[in-house]
């Protein structure tokens, strides 16, 4: 009997351990802010200090996903891709995550992550316009000057929130262009305001629902925002947000 009870501790215990740790996929294919080689190894950095599981879905710059399929499994998805077109499989494969009910956040560009610049979508792709306005809740329409960068201001009304909690300080300056991004939807929480010299408040970072799915998205990004603390800090609450009842004990 003592035999048996030490067995399930040291065997079955872990394997029902394993399974109760969340999945979080992370689609990186960039080729203008470095997400490639940095967003991969801070959330797997993340997993470490926060019992996650993390799998990378890799686009090495193109449009391909060779391993999309594991978003059956996903908990959330991080999101951090820059104008690509799909295969029109792996598209599906996406869409039907996304309206999975599980979680999804997004990053910088892929508030026009799947959609080409006045271009038709090459054969056998397709254009996602849409991601941006109906699944984020934005309306990215261009953004500052480089060299203007971006002041962030959190919402003080916001300040205890979940998502902006330990994210310090609560004013900074990011080296990334602002993004214009205004209006979000109405149904969007609003957290973070980003603003600039050319006199634009616009949102920042928030999330929604898209239906059952929960959305957050923030502009940041950039290639330096990974060096700040308070990036870092945020974007593991978006993650653990978009996890809500899934985080392992």
Not at 61 to 74: H, M, Q, R, W, Y
Not at 215 to 226: E, I, M, N, P, S
Request: proline letters at 6%.
């Amino acid at each position: 009997m003592l035999f048996r009870a030490i067995l399930f501790f040291f065997i079955v215990c872990p394997l029902f351990a394993a399974e109760s740790r969340p999945l979080v996929a992370v689609m990186v294919s960039d080729d203008h802010y470095d997400a490639d080689k940095l967003l991969p190894p801070l959330i797997e950095k993340m997993a470490k200090e926060n019992n996650w599981d993390v799998v990378v879905l890799h686009g090495k710059g193109t449009s391909t996903f060779p391993n999309i399929d594991v978003l059956e499994k996903a908990d959330t998805l991080v999101v951090y891709v820059r104008r690509l077109t799909l295969p029109k499989e792996q598209l599906a494969v996406l869409k039907k995550y996304v309206a999975s009910g599980r979680g999804l956040v997004g990053l910088r560009t892929a508030c026009h992550g799947f959609t080409l610049r006045n271009k038709p979508a090459p054969d056998g792709c397709e254009n996602w316009p849409e991601f941006d306005a109906d699944v984020l809740g934005g309306n990215y329409n261009d953004h500052g000057k480089n060299d203007l960068g971006s002041d962030i201001q959190n919402v003080e009304s916001k300040l205890d929130s979940p998502i902006l909690q330990g994210v310090k300080p609560d004013r900074w300056h990011s080296i990334g262009s602002l993004y214009w991004t205004a209006p979000i939807k109405e149904d969007a929480t609003l957290y973070q305001i980003g603003s600039s010299p050319e006199g634009k408040d616009v949102p920042m970072t928030w999330t929604r629902m898209h239906g059952n799915t929960r959305v957050a998205f923030t502009a940041l990004g950039h290639q330096k925002d990974y060096e700040v603390e308070a990036f870092q800090t945020l974007l593991r609450n978006l993650i653990v947000w978009s996890l809500d009842g899934k985080m392992g004990e």
